[in-house]
């Protein structure tokens, strides 16, 4: 990028209402990054009219799984890369990448060519997230994070719903022209992301002033770059290796992973299987009840956590907490309850407070973490939140084939009532936005 780029970048950013067109902009990727993931798990019974193997819920689930792995595997090093690179080229290369597998997954003839491209989606998707929120928080400092957060996060909602008509979208096209589609969709607003996202620099990131200088003219030596990046990141993972706060956040944000990923991979399944009904049905029923509550969930948690924690610095982290009490029935229903009452009941309580929950991770993580380690910090939990996700998808696959995956939505419930209380007695902010 040149130096009038630059500036021009720079100066575009500044604007008052800039930060909100950029979480405006990220809203339809995290849309688009949902969606594509999520239209695998509704369009499984269309796909295995053609891939016989699909069939079968254990290899089903290890497809859903093999996403998961490579994704958490890749999270920590995204964090890493996003905390030293300009994200705005991290994200668009993430989007055309996974938007491309997308388009690819339409053409898959055999199992073995739907798993390796599930499994070159985890690598490209993991690219996006930890950059993403780290963007954000970096444009809203202190009292709206939460709302902004929030907002990003109806994207990965509505993309969650919109996935779930996968099936229904198959049913009147083919499976193959709705990959097709939904992935041309995501490589065009790929090049639309290049004109209109700005990154926002903060001149203390050492890898970022780096970047600054190369664009003035003065690019350092390779071998300079390398070791101070290696040695700013070793400081970043030391630094929170020794932050209780942080392994604290890392595993609530893991145990609330679990249903999370579970929800997402296996509750159409759950409900067409317990409410005897088609999945063309079950997906929405699953989907949509979880994605209109979620962004209700956000939309009042983002405010009530901002408004609160100017009042209280654990307002955050008690809106947090409140959400994690309202999954413990959710899940709980959801495993023993075989009418549509209870299905949608479940899927609306799960929702709303699994997004009072998910608004506040990275506005929690920014009163205990830096700015120049948080995407590091962000990838660290995305890591830990896909392995056990995917130990959870491969149980829950065999016991869907045993008829008792209710048990193990339960002992999800039961995994949450640990998460709250270390939330509760562990965390104890002392600002807002820790620098």
Request: hydrophobic content about 55%.
């Given at each position: 990028m040149s130096t009038n780029n630059v500036a021009a970048a720079a100066k575009g950013?500044?604007?008052?209402?800039?930060?909100?067109?950029?979480?405006?902009?990220?809203?339809?990727?995290?849309?688009?990054?949902?969606?594509?993931?999520?239209?695998?798990?509704?369009?499984?019974?269309?796909?295995?009219?053609?891939?016989?193997?699909?069939?079968?819920?254990?290899?089903?689930?290890?497809?859903?799984?093999?996403?998961?792995?490579?994704?958490?595997?890749?999270?920590?090093v995204s964090g890493i890369v996003a905390d030293r690179v300009n994200r705005k080229w991290l994200i668009v290369v993430s989007l055309v990448v996974w938007s491309g597998v997308t388009l690819a997954m339409g053409y898959a003839q055999s199992y073995e060519q739907v798993y390796w491209l599930r499994a070159t989606m985890g690598v490209s998707e993991a690219l996006y997230i930890p950059a993403a929120l780290s963007l954000i928080?970096?444009?809203?400092?202190?009292?709206?994070?939460?709302?902004?957060?929030?907002?990003?996060?109806?994207?990965?909602?509505?993309?969650?719903?919109?996935?779930?008509?996968?099936?229904?979208?198959?049913?009147?096209?083919?499976?193959?022209?709705?990959?097709?589609?939904?992935?041309?969709?995501?490589?065009?607003?790929?090049?639309?992301?290049?004109f209109f996202l700005h990154e926002k620099r903060v001149d203390s990131f050492e890898g970022r002033k780096a970047a600054e200088d190369a664009a003035e003219g003065h690019p350092e030596p390779l071998g300079t770059v390398l070791k101070r990046n290696l040695r700013?990141?070793?400081?970043?993972?030391?630094?929170?290796?020794?932050?209780?706060?942080?392994?604290?956040?890392?595993?609530?944000?893991?145990?609330?992973?679990?249903?999370?990923?579970?929800?997402?991979?296996?509750?159409?399944?759950?409900?067409?299987?317990?409410?005897?009904?088609?999945?063309?049905?079950?997906?929405?029923?699953?989907?949509?009840?979880?994605?209109?509550?979620?962004?209700?969930?956000?939309m009042v948690g983002g405010p009530m956590a901002d408004n609160w924690s100017r009042r209280n610095l654990r307002g955050r982290i008690y809106t947090s907490s409140i959400g994690l009490a309202m999954m413990v029935p959710a899940l709980v229903l959801m495993g023993?309850?075989?009418?549509?009452?209870?299905?949608?009941?479940?899927?609306?309580?799960?929702?709303?407070?699994?997004?009072?929950?998910?608004?506040?991770?990275?506005?929690?993580?920014?009163?205990?973490?830096?700015?120049?380690?948080?995407?590091?910090?962000?990838?660290?939990?995305?890591?830990?939140?896909?392995?056990?996700?995917?130990?959870?998808?491969?149980v829950l696959g065999s016991l869907a084939d045993q008829g008792r995956m209710g048990i193990g939505f339960v002992c999800m419930a039961g995994a949450l009532v640990l998460a709250l209380l270390a939330q509760l007695i562990i965390l104890r902010p002392t600002t807002l936005n820790k620098e």
């Open positions: 950013s500044t604007k008052s209402y800039y930060p909100w067109v950029v979480v405006g902009l990220l809203w339809v990727v995290a849309l688009l990054n949902y969606m594509d993931r999520q239209m695998l798990s509704t369009m499984r019974d269309a796909m295995a009219v053609d891939i016989a193997d699909l069939e079968s819920k254990v290899m089903f689930g290890k497809i859903m799984a093999v996403f998961m792995w490579i994704y958490g595997f890749m999270s920590p928080a970096d444009y809203f400092t202190g009292k709206q994070l939460s709302l902004a957060i929030g907002i990003h996060m109806t994207g990965l909602y509505m993309g969650q719903a919109v996935g779930g008509f996968g099936a229904f979208v198959a049913e009147h096209l083919s499976w193959q022209q709705t990959f097709h589609w939904f992935g041309i969709i995501g490589i065009v607003y790929g090049f639309i992301l290049v700013a990141t070793g400081a970043s993972l030391g630094a929170l290796v020794v932050n209780i706060a942080f392994w604290t956040i890392l595993f609530f944000f893991a145990t609330s992973s679990v249903p999370g990923w579970a929800t997402k991979n296996w509750l159409p399944t759950l409900f067409a299987d317990s409410l005897g009904i088609e999945m063309t049905w079950a997906g929405p029923v699953a989907t949509i009840t979880i994605a209109v509550a979620s962004f209700i969930g956000v023993y309850g075989h009418t549509l009452v209870a299905a949608v009941s479940a899927g609306l309580l799960f929702g709303l407070g699994y997004g009072l929950f998910d608004a506040n991770n990275m506005p929690i993580l920014c009163q205990f973490v830096s700015a120049r380690s948080r995407a590091t910090a962000y990838g660290m939990m995305n890591m830990c939140g896909l392995f056990v996700g995917a130990l959870a998808t491969n």
